[in-house]
């Protein structure tokens, strides 16, 4: 999607759980250059009231260096989609996530059913980033190779 869907697509996704619906947020797309990403994201950490960001391409990869933790789905596809920027007891962890994956797969569960992968050979064409990661999900969610 455009990062310009993503206000319209974040205030949707709030007003359709319960949980985010007083959600005190807002999503705002930055374009950056490549050479200024790690000045945004310092400047983005620097902000008490920033909670995470979302990357997309072609940054999706460089944003990597910016974290301190990455989840399982982030190191296995080397490349990151969300950071969560968590401030506890005076520690900052800029945790990376890949949901490209979890996205994918999800949308299959629903339409195929629970067990959709288990044990299935998939055929999955393209090496990049989101590639990468509907690979690690797909493995993960039981699909055999």
């Known amino acids: 999607r455009s990062p310009l869907d993503f206000p319209t697509a974040f205030k949707r996704f709030c007003k359709s759980r319960a949980a985010y619906a007083d959600a005190d947020a807002v999503l705002l797309p930055l374009e950056v250059d490549a050479e200024f990403l790690d000045a945004l994201v310092t400047g983005l950490v620097g902000a008490r009231n920033v909670d995470g960001f979302i990357s997309t391409k072609p940054h999706k990869e460089a944003i990597l260096r910016s974290c301190t933790h990455l989840t399982a789905a982030a190191r296995a596809c080397g490349a990151a989609n969300v950071a969560r920027v968590l401030r506890t007891d005076g520690n900052l962890r800029i945790v990376g996530h890949n ?39 797909l493995l993960t969610a039981g699909a055999a190779d």
């Open 99 to 137: 949901l490209d994956g979890d996205g994918f797969v999800g949308g299959l569960l629903r339409e195929k059913g629970a067990n959709a992968m288990r044990n299935k050979r998939c055929l999955l064409v393209g090496a990049g980033g989101a590639a990468r990661a509907i690979a690690h999900g």
